[in-house]
């Protein structure tokens, strides 16, 4: 799957969990050889 298209879903503000679910949608699309794993961290600012 094309890096442009992983920065596509993950650019679109979407929760981690619908990033994570349309990723393997997309990597499965693709035609992907084997199984597909993914994980999508929502980092945020710490401020004290």
């Keep these: 799957m094309p ?3 992983i920065q596509r ?3 679109e503000g979407r ?3 619908q990033a994570v679910r349309e990723l ?3 990597a499965n699309d693709s035609g992907s ?3 597909v ?3 999508v ?8």
């Design 3 to 5: 890096t442009e298209e």
């Design 9 to 11: 879903v993950l650019s």
């Design 15 to 17: 929760e981690p969990e």
């Design 24 to 26: 393997i949608t997309l």
């Design 33 to 35: 050889p084997d199984n």
């Design 37 to 39: 794993s993914c994980v």
């Design 41 to 48: 961290a929502d980092v945020m600012e710490f401020r004290q």
